[in-house]
């Protein structure tokens, strides 16, 4: 398999995270890309209309997207049900939890590409605070969620997507006001999977 990725992008590092925790990560090559919605990449938009990484290409020669549905089908590729609960409230739980750290990924990332790549007097202040309430509105949820022991997708997506507002935003006080979330967060960063792929 291939696997078209960046090591700061939060959505394909779901995808190592999830093939190391798999043991399939022997047997996807990656092909590393820089991208943006402004600078696209031929390669992947040959591969996936949107133009957007992750995209896996299976040993079928199938190109899957996004990284719900990669991480999903390396789920099912190591017999299933390991990082993807087969069903019950465990499962909505983690897909559930999956959404949530994507939202903040997105918005994180929409926050990134305005304020990084477009000129400053262009740069809309309005449409930036409503990205930065959605992804405060979402923190503070995971902070009253019980935040359980399962390491799942729903885990593997929440570490990624706080791994990127690290990454990119360090200067964002959100551990003061979260301290079990962030409590949470330290424990589970020190995990194999999550510590080889960490950004930056
Ligand atoms: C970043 O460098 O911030 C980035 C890279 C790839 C995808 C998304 C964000």
Not at 43 to 54: F, Q, S, T
Request: glycine share 8%.
């Amino acid at each position: 398999m291939q696997l078209f990725t960046n090591p700061n992008s939060p959505f394909a590092r779901k995808v190592s995270v999830s093939a190391l925790e798999l043991g399939l990560a022997g047997r996807i090559e990656s092909l590393e890309v820089s991208l943006t919605p402004v600078s696209p990449h031929a390669g992947v938009r040959e591969r996936n209309p949107l133009g957007k990484i992750p995209a896996l290409i299976t040993d079928d020669g199938e190109t899957l997207y996004d990284s719900p549905v990669i991480c999903e089908y390396l789920d099912a590729l190591a017999g299933g049900g390991r990082l993807f609960p087969a069903s019950g409230p465990a499962r909505w739980k983690a897909l559930r939890r999956q959404a949530l750290a994507d939202g903040i990924a997105d918005a994180a990332v929409l926050v990134r590409y305005e304020t990084a790549a477009r000129p400053v007097p262009l740069q809309w202040r309005e449409w930036l605070d409503g990205q930065w309430l959605k992804i405060r509105t979402a923190l503070d949820a995971l902070e009253r969620d019980t935040l359980d022991g399962a390491f799942d997708i729903g885990s593997i997506s929440i570490a990624c997507a706080i791994g990127y507002l690290d990454l990119r935003f360090a200067q964002e006080p959100w551990r003061q006001s979260r301290p079990r979330l962030s409590s949470w967060l330290g424990a589970l960063a020190e995990r194999e999977s999550l510590a080889a792929t960490r950004p930056g």
